[in-house]
């Protein structure tokens, strides 16, 4: 059985697993488009739209890369980010460590956590002395064991996207945060193509990291629209992340791949209404459908009886509504004799049956 996760919230203790309400995470990314402001009101919003949890990415262009125009740092893949260095790319998108404390600060005063993702030691112990309660490992990140070790020491939970990684970097990574003092780790499916297509997502690996590592597993979803997060929650994701923006129409290196208020909005509805309609195995008539047990079919008399008559296939049949004997017993009554007269269209039972 695999245990839950148990986090500090500012709404008290929350567990995230098997059995719980899904966790729902607001990438907010570099969709603050470099303004403090709109990063406060992207947390407004994500509040407004109910998710659980607002998530940073702590680094700066000198903590990812170095301010080189060489051919290997040129950026040559995904529209939104091509035709520039890797430096130039980050410049744009980091949000800056002044912020942060402050964007936590409000995200609380939401009733919602606030985590992030580290990218180095420095941040690491940024964001350890702003107390953070939940850490994130991006897929780009999973392969650097030296920063998971840093990670792991601040033994705090850790969610980690295995984008891109075989089942080997994951075992290893996973290793690496347990001995290290990681309590709780949460693997996210993830396909690390900005926008991912559904025929990409093969959703089937939520369940099966599970299976396979014994941990806590959810979706971190680069794909457009929000069927893909609601199909994922069938499947037994227990987190969602998703890139979150005011508009997309505002541009942004992330914008193209992040949902809106509205979108998350009816997010966050449809994962609350599947977790409702997967509930667990019941065999038994809810109740609302006890009071429709009335219209099944049962045992009743279709042409008046005399008392000594025999019943048969002429003067008893199931029918509609179901307040006689059930269907299984026609082949035991039939030939048995009538104990009184019975009038047509009188629910059989058994007092009207001589059983000897």
Known sequence: MIKPIIIETPRGKRKIGPGQPVFIVAEMSCNHLQSYKRALKIIDAAAAAGVDAVKLQTYTPDTHTIDSDKEYFQVKVNKAWAGQTLYQLYQKTYTPWKWQPKLKKFAESKGMLLFSAPSDIASVNFLKKINIELYKVTSFELVDTFLLRKIAQTKKPVIVSRGMAS????????????????????????????????????????????????????????????????????????????????SRGDGGQDSAFSIEPKEMKQLVKAVREAEKAIGKPHYSAEDKEAENVIFRRSLFVIKDIKKGDEFTEKNIRSIRPGQGLAPKYLDVILGKKAIKNIERGTPLSWNLINRK
Do not use: W
């Not at 193509?193 to 959810?218: C, H, R, W």
């Not at 971190?220 to 629209?225: F, P, R, V, Y």
């Open 167 to 246: 089942m080997e970097e994951i075992k290893l990574a996973i290793k690496i945060l347990r001995e290290n003092g990681t309590p709780q780790i949460a693997v996210l499916h993830c396909v690390s193509s900005y926008p991912a297509k559904p025929e990409q997502m093969n959703l089937s690996t939520i369940p099966d990291i599970a299976k396979k590592f014994k941990v806590v597993s959810g979706l971190s979803d680069h794909t457009l629209g929000i069927t893909v997060p609601i199909v994922s929650v069938a499947l037994g994701a227990c987190i969602i992340e998703k890139h979150f923006t005011l």
